[in-house]
């Protein structure tokens, strides 16, 4: 590894000519010395760079190395980078590796990131036991391997979550049963084992064992189960937000609005996912009702994106607070002129993890250099986590597609946090996070073959055109009111998701409140959040 990111070091020596800035010169020479001397400094993302470039020089001490490899992958795994080449996991290969034959106690931690791996499992086996064994192990998901070396009797709560994570909850039962033996929480995993085997009535004794709020949610969904919707909502109303949720869901349901409206203000009132959407619920049944009141209460409760749909602006972000030039501006700008952009990101995330509360002067620099996934998430919330990258594109895509800029910024943001490689565990691609099969009906919408989804233009005006299509399909179907809120919900849930929701509750706040799935509601939110700050702060 280390020779080979030598060799691409004079590789990228040779195909450029503007001179790099020092100390990151020494990083395109081969003189193993030079770099060494630069990674013993300690000093830099140089240093860990020259560090890194070494890990193979098996004429230097092994201990040394153990301890570069170390440094960079433990840098790597804090900075969080999105960016190809910048992922911890094979840094702490190496590291692991290097650490367990220099008898370095810190390769037991190498190897538990590494889990649930089986190289990493066998490794953790020969350098531990006992209790630090068996927390690495579970906390790694390597639940065989610890069901293989736990002993009988020991931590029951371990081995039976394990099998209960395995889906072995016939096998889980005894444990459960032992582990409440000693602390009442396995009441709680032991009802839920139950519940999978379709064992109501004993996993109800347990979570009767267990007076807190999530054993009354989970009794609440017996209930609920069997039919017994009044006693699933008393269960609800003293549960967790969820439960909450689910109860006036019921109420709802049941044709008893004035009854779910007390308890979707309560949720307003508490932090919880559900909050905004209880708020603009409650406004929604409040203005029904005729209970001004309420519903003037409802809308001082409404604080986020999702007031734009009943007329209500939420305030701005705060501004960043305003600093000096940092002292890596120099170098950066040296090294995006020398063609380094890695380099030059580097730079600045390194500055990033050694001063985080120097954000508002390295954040700039990250999205003068990209990384504008890692600026929006280190100057969040504030006004500065709203960049407008690719704004020609964004502006330009936007007016032929009759849309308002603000809405498509907002857009991307919320799906890639503009990052054109962005691959989502779905695999969606690019800016917009088109799948496959909708990335190839934009390209027909458009008139062409599909384009590359990891283009920038590319995906900006695939994204602008399948919106339009989608505002002018919920034109159709919603009134014009609320033709952005079913777009927004189609392009995250999918067209048919929506219309189908549409037709299924008879109007739009009613599929918002009812729609089956969590993602698109919240989604929805995000993206009005986001459209609300970039129209505040539109220039």
Same mark, same amino acid.
Request: hydrophobic share 40%; with cysteine.
């Given at each position: 590894?280390?020779?080979?990111?030598?060799?691409?070091?004079?590789?990228? !020596?040779?195909?450029?000519?503007?001179?790099?800035?020092?100390?990151?010169?020494?990083?395109?020479?081969?003189?193993?010395?030079?770099? =060494?001397?630069?990674?013993?400094?300690?000093?830099?993302?140089?240093?860990?760079? %020259?560090?890194?470039?070494?890990?193979?020089?098996?004429?230097?001490?092994?201990?040394? =190395?153990?301890?570069?490899?170390?440094?960079?992958?433990?840098?790597?795994?804090?900075?969080?980078?999105?960016?190809?080449?910048?992922?911890? =996991?094979?840094?702490?290969?190496?590291?692991?590796?290097?650490?367990?034959?220099?008898?370095?106690?810190?390769?037991? !931690?190498?190897?538990?990131?590494?889990?649930?791996?089986? &190289?990493?499992?066998?490794?953790?086996?020969?350098?531990?036991?006992?209790?630090?064994?068996?927390?690495?192990?579970?906390?790694?998901?390597? @639940?065989?391997?610890?069901?293989?070396?736990?002993?009988?009797?020991?931590?029951?709560?371990?081995?039976?979550?394990?099998?209960?994570?395995?889906?072995?909850?016939?096998?889980?039962?005894?444990?459960?049963?032992?582990?409440?033996?000693?602390?009442?929480?396995?009441?709680?995993?032991?009802?839920?084992?139950?519940?999978?085997?379709?064992?109501?009535?004993?996993?109800?004794?347990?979570?009767?064992? @267990?007076?807190?709020?999530?054993?009354?949610?989970?009794?609440?969904?017996?209930?609920?189960?069997?039919?017994?919707?009044?006693?699933?909502?008393?269960?609800?109303? &003293?549960?967790?937000?969820?439960?909450?949720?689910?109860?006036?869901?019921?109420?709802?349901?049941?044709?008893?609005?004035?009854?779910?409206?007390?308890?979707?203000?309560?949720?307003?009132?508490?932090?919880?996912?559900?909050?905004?959407?209880?708020?603009?619920?409650?406004?929604?049944?409040?203005?029904?009702?005729?209970?001004?009141?309420?519903?003037?209460?409802?809308?001082?409760?409404?604080?986020?994106?999702?007031?734009?749909?009943?007329?209500?602006?939420?305030?701005?972000?705060?501004?960043?607070?305003?600093?000096?030039?940092?002292?890596?501006?120099?170098?950066?700008?040296?090294?995006?002129?020398?063609?380094?952009?890695?380099?030059?990101?580097?730079?600045?995330?390194?500055?990033?993890?050694?001063?985080?509360?120097?954000?508002?002067?390295?954040?700039?620099?990250?999205? +003068?250099?990209?990384?504008?996934? +890692?600026?929006?998430?280190?100057?969040?919330?504030?006004?500065?986590?709203?960049?407008?990258?690719?704004?020609?594109?964004?502006?330009?895509?936007?007016?032929?597609?009759?849309?308002?800029?603000?809405?498509?910024?907002?857009?991307?943001?919320?799906?890639?946090?503009?990052?054109?490689?962005?691959?989502?565990?779905?695999?969606?691609?690019?800016?917009?996070?088109?799948? +496959?099969?909708? /990335?190839?009906?934009? %390209?027909?919408?458009?008139?062409?073959?599909?384009?590359?989804?990891?283009?920038?233009?590319?995906?900006?005006?695939?994204?602008?055109?399948?919106?339009? /299509?989608?505002?002018?399909?919920?034109?159709?179907?919603?009134?014009? &009111?609320?033709?952005?809120?079913?777009?927004?919900?189609?392009?995250?849930?999918?067209?048919? @998701?929506?219309?189908?929701?549409?037709?299924? &509750?008879?109007?739009? /706040?009613?599929?918002?409140?009812?729609? +089956?799935?969590?993602?698109?509601?919240?989604?929805?939110?995000?993206?009005?959040?986001?459209?609300?700050? @970039?129209?505040?702060?539109?220039?």
């Amino acid at each position: 590894m280390g020779r080979l990111l030598l060799g691409l070091l004079l590789l990228l !020596s040779a195909c450029r000519g503007q001179e790099v800035p020092p100390p990151f010169h020494l990083l395109e020479g081969s003189d193993p010395v030079a770099l =060494r001397d630069l990674a013993l400094r300690g000093e830099g993302y140089a240093s860990l760079l %020259a560090g890194a470039a070494l890990l193979e020089e098996e004429g230097l001490p092994l201990a040394e =190395r153990a301890e570069y490899a170390w440094r960079y992958a433990l840098f790597l795994e804090e900075v969080r980078a999105f960016e190809p080449g910048w992922e911890a =996991r094979p840094f702490w290969h190496k590291a692991a590796r290097l650490l367990e034959e220099a008898k370095d106690p810190r390769a037991f !931690s190498a190897w538990a990131r590494l889990l649930p791996e089986e &190289e990493a499992a066998f490794a953790l086996l020969r350098l531990g036991s006992g209790e630090r064994l068996y927390e690495a192990l579970f906390q790694g998901r390597a @639940y065989q391997v610890l069901l293989e070396v736990l002993p009988e009797g020991v931590r029951p709560d371990l081995r039976a979550q394990a099998l209960y994570r395995l889906g072995r909850y016939r096998e889980a039962l005894p444990h459960y049963r032992a582990w409440a033996e000693r602390d009442p929480r396995g009441f709680l995993g032991l009802g839920w084992a139950l519940f999978q085997l379709g064992r109501l009535e004993e996993a109800e004794a347990a979570f009767r064992r @267990y007076p807190h709020p999530e054993s009354r949610y989970a009794l609440g969904l017996i209930r609920e189960r069997q039919g017994r919707r009044g006693e699933a909502v008393a269960l609800y109303r &003293e549960s967790t937000p969820g439960g909450l949720w689910r109860a006036t869901a019921l109420l709802e349901r049941a044709g008893r609005a004035e009854g779910a409206l007390p308890l979707y203000l309560e949720l307003a009132r508490r932090e919880s996912p559900y909050r905004d959407d209880a708020a603009l619920r409650a406004y929604l049944l409040a203005g029904r009702l005729g209970l001004g009141e309420a519903q003037a209460q409802a809308l001082a409760l409404l604080e986020g994106g999702l007031g734009l749909l009943v007329g209500k602006r939420p305030p701005p972000p705060p501004p960043a607070p305003k600093t000096p030039s940092p002292p890596e501006a120099p170098l950066f700008r040296g090294l995006l002129e020398a063609g380094r952009d890695g380099w030059a990101r580097g730079v600045v995330r390194h500055a990033l993890w050694q001063r985080p509360g120097d954000w508002p002067a390295l954040v700039p620099l990250l999205y +003068e250099g990209g990384a504008y996934r +890692e600026g929006i998430r280190a100057s969040w919330p504030s006004a500065l986590a709203y960049p407008r990258p690719y704004r020609a594109w964004v502006e330009g895509y936007a007016q032929r597609e009759g849309l308002d800029p603000n809405l498509l910024f907002a857009l991307l943001h919320v799906e890639s946090r503009f990052d054109p490689l962005a691959v989502s565990p779905t695999g969606a691609k690019g800016l917009g996070q088109f799948v +496959e099969a909708t /990335w190839r009906d934009v %390209a027909r919408m458009l008139g062409e073959a599909p384009g590359d989804p990891f283009d920038p233009r590319t995906s900006i005006r695939y994204a602008a055109r399948y919106l339009r /299509w989608l505002l002018d399909r919920c034109q159709n179907a919603v009134p014009p &009111e609320g033709a952005l809120a079913c777009a927004v919900t189609a392009y995250n849930g999918g067209i048919g @998701y929506t219309l189908r929701g549409l037709a299924r &509750e008879g109007d739009l /706040w009613a599929f918002l409140r009812f729609q +089956e799935r969590d993602e698109p509601r919240e989604y929805l939110a995000g993206v009005l959040s986001a459209y609300a700050a @970039y129209r505040a702060l539109t220039p």
